[in-house]
């Protein structure tokens, strides 16, 4: 989405961070940090973790299939564990305020993160920390260390562009992994519908 009411700077950053790029359009809990302390190694073993699970799990569209081929123990087991983490999640929120469902475009490059009309926006080439929560299961997040590329303000929403600096190797092949598991599923629903 490229809106033709944002700034030169807003529409630079938009194609250095989206352009010839896999990004992903969707709606997480998110909130950008002025505070640039981010946890790189905790990220990276979150998606890497993550994507061990999902791999165990497969698919959205075969898990149901796969579930039924396991062994009696083991669908007892994985369904105990689903409801362990529900348990977990709500807990974790209830001790931790939630952060707020933002609509965010993603990719190995950077964020765009759309904010309420009135957000104090940061300024450009200030160094701060993105926290979102890469899947709605997993009541944990991540925390990114961000550099502002632009910002916009519109009537009705504000945005700001947050490019990532040089993320260590296995950080960024995590988050691109993670990233194309978000695509595959979102062309996966689309077809549905």
Not at 35 to 53: F, I, K, S
Not at 91 to 103: F, H
Not at 157 to 184: K, N
Request: aromatic letters at 4%; a negative charge.
């Amino acid at each position: 989405m490229n809106n033709p009411a944002w700034p030169a700077t807003a529409q630079a950053a938009e194609h250095g961070l989206f352009g010839d790029v896999l990004t992903c359009d969707a709606v997480l809990p998110a909130s950008y940090l002025a505070d640039a302390t981010a946890r790189t190694a905790q990220a990276e073993a979150l998606l890497q973790g993550l994507a061990q699970v999902e791999d165990l799990r497969g698919s959205e569209d075969s898990g149901e299939e796969k579930r039924g081929e396991l062994p009696l123990l083991a669908q007892r087991l994985d369904a105990k564990l689903d409801l362990v983490l529900v348990l977990l999640g709500r807990l974790v929120r209830q001790a931790n305020p939630p952060l707020p469902p933002t609509p965010l475009r993603w990719s190995v490059r950077g964020l765009r993160l759309q904010l309420a009309a009135d957000a104090a926006l940061p300024e450009p080439d200030s160094a701060g920390s993105v926290r979102l929560q890469p899947a709605d299961w997993l009541p944990d997040d991540v925390e990114l260390p961000v550099i502002v590329s632009a910002a916009a303000r519109g009537p009705q929403a504000s945005w700001v562009w947050l490019r990532f600096p040089a993320l260590p190797p296995g950080l960024e092949e995590a988050m691109g992994r993670h990233l194309f598991r978000m695509h595959r599923r979102q062309v996966a629903d689309a077809r549905r519908r």
